[in-house]
């Protein structure tokens, strides 16, 4: 049943009035357009224009990986609209003469076809193809430079291990991206895969049969690569990518030490305009010097190395650059194989294919964890360390380096024997010693070397520096005064914290009651050797010492500008 | 933003000599100079000018360079549309680039800001209040008086993860003992199966082969399969033919009527990652693999003598026949190519066997 309408007295002002458009008109234009739909203005709270990033040229490092990233999407997009990834067999009739006729398949013929007849297509693809070089490159040299500065610390583990999973990818996606042509040498590159998935324990053949759909090639293998390539990982990368980067954003970037500089600030420029030239315009120069590299040096001349025959090797088959150690290591591994029973296990491929990788992943991803264990620093960081400043971690890192050096070494063991007439038996001997060896002396060397500029920086703080001028005494002596420091360097020098060894804790409380021990033997063994070596830095009564007893000549600028001695 | 929620509450712990602050700011020569400045404003608008010249030059040749033309200068040896659209487009972008950063390092203001930071952790009320609101969530949900939901939700997601990975199942072919049999563990080798010389495919007969020769060769049976079968076939049956003086080699017992007067077959794919051996070594009888460098010996059933390889290169019983022609006795005696876990490795040749 109808109710009847509720009267009001005093009626609102019912006539068509514009909405309040004062928000509108004090920004006004495309922004005040986009302010009144998106809310963006609000971000100008937090500062977000005028953010602050530090400057240093090991910065750029990351940098140059994500604009290469940024140069492999847009190359890439272009290449697929020609390239067919297809392992179906077509007689090649491009304008290559020398292949003419051949049977080859649709992803090679698509390969010539984009090297040959579109314009400019041989530009994109080597530019792409050097790109993915360059962005490995850059994502490993970026992830030493955040392990010898101690980028990694609290907080930043999260974003460390976002970055192991981002080099992970990437070289799952240069290697898929590498087998697309179906070249000799992607096809070569292929059939070590298969030999290599094959020999994981128990299900190796069963994971062969998946992958390649059956047999090796098989005829499905390049479809999926290309998915993975082009999809997969790519999809993976960009959501890394985006974390990685708004992880830096959110925990505002490290910086180096230096005067002014703390844990609680950053110091450097503005986001707009500065580092938006800066960072917008080194996108440029990155792109700019890939473009050049694609047009001025060959990489990956398909048409050479022919298509892909099961039949057929060349001599010097080389991976791309980044998967030279695993090569090495499978080329220097003695040749272990268990035959148990009517099974096989190999040793001599699963160990140093699969497991190596394991381990320098596995390696990496925990190393964070087992620094703040063994020092037992619970502290944010947000000043880097001065890599001889952790001497244990930094000789720890040269090693590693060295380790994975000496193991791509021995992934051109053939080159190295034809390029400077030596053995290739005794080269691929010698590697198998030197993968030991070559980390400890280069551990024991590094280790050194960090001390020594160690006591170097407190030398200097407590005495001075050289002041270059050699002055020969009435005597005939000779001496080089020293020059104090300014105190900005004399900051930088110093303000580092030191971390003491952890000393074993008592496993009873005060009433004798037995309790979890904190710190057991073996951590507090292995936390002296982290950190027992350390030079003490001088403490505020030795700089004091050294500055009122006259062990620093006093020092007065004469007119020229020079130093003098009284 | 508060100032309680600092990354450290004692920033000055370490310092033994006082924090003197950010260094004094000391002019740019383009900031006291003015003729300076102007130069390096002029020097970014010209290279900025340059760019769009470039750009046209890129398509000028993308237009009017024939396909085929090339630069052999030096030592470029290159297509000339392609150094030409790389050096014109790339030095473009790179102008672009060199004429941000100039304008930002010479240019902009170069007065260094302080920004605080603050810890990511929140403060101890927020993180109260976030728990206390999950608790309110447990709460409403009811799984504090009604336990099992939280087990059976659990499971019924856990369990509906298989179908998921089952639909996986049909990637490949399932390697039971049958399949493997027929696929990876066989060849198209077999009885009376003539050795076609891989260059000319005719097929080999003896007196073609010289002591110290060594010819690759495929089954005459290659030649009828195409596309995907062929390409799975080849990568199983090519095999090396070499003659070698049978005084200077060792012909164990077992194998002796394997061979017709020191010609001996073997497969020519590698029992370490399966690369096709290529590196003959006449004088030791030894056979290099080019990829990983495995060494087997021919004059010894094949052996591995250096490298990562561990097992011998499988040898291929052969024969004359009435034509006198060299063919197959039959397929290989144990499987080719890379290990695989199901591989029964008992019956290969191994040294001291005879």
């Known amino acids: 049943m109808a109710r009847p309408t509720s009267v009001v007295d005093s009626s609102p002002d019912v006539e068509a009035r514009e909405a309040d458009s004062t928000n509108s008109s004090q920004t006004g234009g495309v922004l005040g357009w986009a ?104 994502a490993f040299v970026h992830m030493l430079r955040v392990f010898f500065t101690g980028a990694f610390r609290k907080p930043r583990e999260v974003n460390w291990l976002i970055g192991i999973g981002l080099m992970s990818m990437s070289l799952i996606a240069g290697f898929a991206g590498y087998s697309l042509p179906d070249d000799l040498l992607s096809g070569t590159g292929l059939r070590f895969v298969d030999g290599l998935i094959r020999s994981v324990p128990i299900i190796g053949t069963w994971a062969e049969f998946f992958v390649f759909g059956g047999e090796f090639p098989g005829s499905i293998l390049i479809p999926r690569l290309y998915m993975v390539h082009i999809l997969l990982v790519p999809g993976l990368l960009l959501g890394l990518v985006a974390a990685h980067l708004a992880l830096v954003f959110y925990y505002k970037h490290t910086q180096y030490p230096g005067p002014g500089r703390s844990d609680n600030n950053v110091v450097g420029y503005p986001l707009f305009p500065v580092y938006m030239a800066k960072a917008g315009g080194f996108f440029f120069i990155v792109f700019g010097f890939l473009v ?102 930094t000789a720890l890192g040269v090693a590693g380096i060295t380790c994975y050096a000496m193991f791509w ?47 170097s920086d407190r030398e200097r703080t407590l005495h001075g520096s050289e002041d270059g001028v050699i002055v020969r005494s009435p005597e005939g002596g000779y001496s080089e005064a020293h020059v104090a420091l300014s105190q900005d360097e004399a900051f930088a020098l110093t303000q580092h914290l030191q971390h003491e060894p952890l000393a074993v804790s008592s496993d009873t409380d005060d009433a004798g009651v037995a309790k979890k021990q904190q710190v057991g033997r073996v951590r507090a063994a292995l936390s002296r050797w982290f950190l027992g070596a350390d030079v003490q830095k001088p403490t505020v009564r030795e700089i004091e010492h050294a500055d009122h007893h006259g062990e620093l000549p006093e020092v007065e600028s004469s007119d020229d500008g020079k130093p003098q001695l009284h | 933003m508060s100032h309680d929620n600092l990354p450290v509450k004692d920033p000055d712990l370490s310092h033994v000599v006082a924090d003197p602050g950010i260094e004094e700011h000391i002019e740019r020569f383009t900031d006291a100079d003015k003729g300076a400045g102007n130069r390096a404003y002029t020097a970014v608008l010209l290279m900025l000018a340059a760019v769009p010249v470039l750009a046209i030059a890129f398509v000028v040749i993308y237009f009017a360079v024939p396909r085929d033309a090339y630069i052999d200068f030096g030592w470029l040896h290159a297509s000339a549309m392609n150094v030409g659209l790389g050096a014109t487009g790339g030095l473009a972008v790179l102008l672009i680039g060199v004429a941000a950063i100039q304008w930002a390092r010479a240019l902009m203001g170069d007065h260094e800001s302080v920004e605080e930071r603050h810890s990511v952790a929140s403060n101890a009320d927020d993180r109260a209040l976030i728990a206390q609101q999950f608790a309110d969530g447990v709460e409403q949900s009811g799984v504090k008086r009604r336990p099992l939901l939280l087990g059976a939700i659990g499971g019924a997601l856990g369990f509906s993860v298989i179908p998921a990975v089952v639909l996986f199942a049909d990637m490949g072919p399932h390697p039971v003992k049958k399949v493997r049999r027929e696929t990876i563990e066989t060849t198209i080798w077999a009885e009376e199966v003539l050795l076609l ?18 010819v690759n060769a495929q089954p005459e049976t290659l030649l009828e399969l195409h596309g995907t079968e062929y390409m799975i076939e080849k990568a199983k049956s090519p095999i090396v033919v070499v003659r070698m003086d049978p005084e200077s080699i060792r012909i164990p017992e077992s194998r002796r009527d394997w061979q017709v007067s020191g010609i001996l ?39 591995v003598v250096f490298g990562p390889a561990a097992r011998a290169l499988p040898q291929l019983p052969i024969r004359v026949n009435e034509d006198g022609y060299l063919v197959a006795q039959s397929d290989f005696t144990v499987p080719v190519g890379p290990s695989f876990f199901e591989r029964d490795s008992r019956n290969d040749f191994v040294k001291g066997d005879n």
């Open chain 1, 409 to 455: 070494l021995a992934g051109g063991n053939d080159i190295i024997a034809t390029r400077f007439h030596l053995s290739l038996n005794a080269i691929t001997v010698f590697m198998r010693v030197a993968v030991f060896v070559a980390p400890v002396i280069a551990f024991i060397v590094t280790k050194r070397i960090c001390l020594s500029l160690q006591r």
């Open chain 2, 265 to 303: 077959a073997y497969s020519k794919i590698c029992t370490h990652v399966g690369c096709p051996i290529s590196l003959w070594e006449r004088q030791t009888h030894h056979l290099l693999c080019p990829c990983h460098q495995s060494t087997f010996d021919l004059g010894d059933s094949g052996l």
């Open chain 1, 35 to 138: 302010d009144d739909r998106l809310g963006l203005a609000k971000l100008g709270r937090s500062g977000l224009l005028r953010k602050v990033f530090p400057d240093h040229w090991s910065f750029l490092l990351g940098e140059i990986a994500l604009y290469s990233f940024i140069v492999l999407l847009l190359t890439g997009v272009f290449l697929t609209i020609w390239f067919k990834p297809s392992m179906a067999e077509i007689e090649y009739d491009g304008s290559y003469q020398l292949l003419k006729g051949l049977p080859v398949s649709e992803a090679f013929a698509s390969t010539l076809n984009i090297s040959f007849d579109v314009r400019g297509g041989l530009l994109v693809r080597q530019i792409h193809h050097w790109a993915a070089l360059l962005f490995v490159a850059a």
């Open chain 1, 292 to 393: 050049l590299m694609g047009g001025l040096f060959q990489i990956n001349p398909v048409w050479l190395y022919g298509p892909y025959d099961p039949a057929k090797v060349t001599a010097g088959s080389q991976p791309d650059w980044y998967m030279g150690w695993v090569e090495g290591a499978i080329r220097i591994m003695p040749n272990l194989e268990s035959h148990w029973g009517p099974t096989t296990w190999s040793w001599a491929i699963f160990l140093p294919g699969v497991g190596l990788m394991g381990l320098l992943f596995g390696a990496l991803a925990v190393w964070p964890f087992v620094e703040a264990w063994l020092t037992g620093d619970k502290r944010e960081h947000h000043v880097l360390d001065r890599p001889r400043n952790a001497p244990t971690r």
């Open chain 2, 197 to 214: 010389n891989d260059v000319n495919w005719l097929p080999l007969r003896p007196e073609m082969l010289e002591v110290g020769q060594l």
